[in-house]
């Protein structure tokens, strides 16, 4: 029997927060789960869902992946764009090649995912909503942030407009700015006793964020309870990015 739920690309989907996205839109939506290799997205998912391959480096990519969703499972209407990564390094210790590939991977991608995903549903006179994932660091100035600011900070840029241009078509775009989160993207960081204590105490509600929160939010961004939301930055973060505690 053909489902009736609504088919939600979920990108990145071999990531934390993506399996956790996944955990939660998978009772209420017809998920598509898109990642670089097949094979890895089978190792987490088995025969679950649909699973399809793209890299998100060209439009030529992103609209294939779309033709290829509508072929194997119908129209989507629902986009949450997991892909990212954490490159962290001052000026003087990023390579060019580290910083490009820190803009391609969080900025690149992002757009060349929303540019097919708008096209689509407007072509298809749909309604949708996307949700991208920026960082506590794109609105405040972080030390060895200079890449990934950079990129969440043009992410956001994208989100905002991008939601105003397509207002009127009932394409809702939201973006969440998650702080620190335990995933593989934070290993490096968080693989330590040290370096946990050491990120948690950057927060002021201190801690290390958990994905299933995040999830949530993203989830309730797509819903029809957010029917009136878009254009919007969510902030995730212990207060990291917004508030200051003194410090006796
Ligand atoms: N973890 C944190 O502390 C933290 C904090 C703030 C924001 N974020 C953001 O949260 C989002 C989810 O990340 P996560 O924490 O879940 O990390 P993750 O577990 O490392 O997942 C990131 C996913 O991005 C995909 N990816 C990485 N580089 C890519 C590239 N160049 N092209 C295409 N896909 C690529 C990978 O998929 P495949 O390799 O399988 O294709 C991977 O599954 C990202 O946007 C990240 O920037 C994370």
């Given at each position: ?176 700015a ?56 969510w902030s995730i973060d212990?207060?990291?990015s917004s ?6």
């Open positions: 029997m053909t489902s009736t739920l609504p088919i939600a690309l979920i990108t990145g989907a071999t990531g934390g927060l993506a399996q956790a996205a996944v955990a939660q839109l998978k009772h209420s939506h017809q998920l598509v789960l898109v990642g670089r290799d097949l094979s890895r997205l089978q190792t987490v998912y088995g025969d679950q869902h649909t699973q399809l391959a793209c890299a998100y480096d060209s439009l030529t990519a992103t609209d294939a992946l779309i033709a290829e969703v509508v072929s194997r499972v119908g129209h989507p209407t629902v986009l949450l764009h997991c892909v990212g990564s954490i490159k962290l390094g001052a000026l003087h210790r990023l390579s060019p090649q580290d910083f490009m590939e820190t803009l391609q991977t969080n900025l690149h991608t992002a757009y060349f995912m929303l540019t097919a995903f708008v096209k689509h549903l407007r072509l298809q006179k749909l309604p949708g909503a996307a949700v991208f994932v920026s960082s506590a660091a794109a609105r405040i100035g972080t030390q060895n942030h200079e890449a990934i600011a950079t990129a969440k900070a043009g992410l956001e840029g994208l989100v905002v407009s991008a939601a105003a241009s397509y207002a009127a078509n009932h394409i809702r775009i939201n973006a969440v998650p702080g620190i989160l335990d995933t593989p993207a934070a290993a490096g960081l968080l693989s330590s006793e040290a370096g946990r204590a050491m990120a948690a105490k950057q927060y002021p509600i201190v801690g290390i964020g958990e994905v299933a929160p995040v999830a949530d939010l993203m989830a309730w961004l797509v819903s029809d309870q957010a029917k009136r939301v878009t254009g919007q930055i212990g207060g990291f508030i200051r505690p003194l410090v006796s």
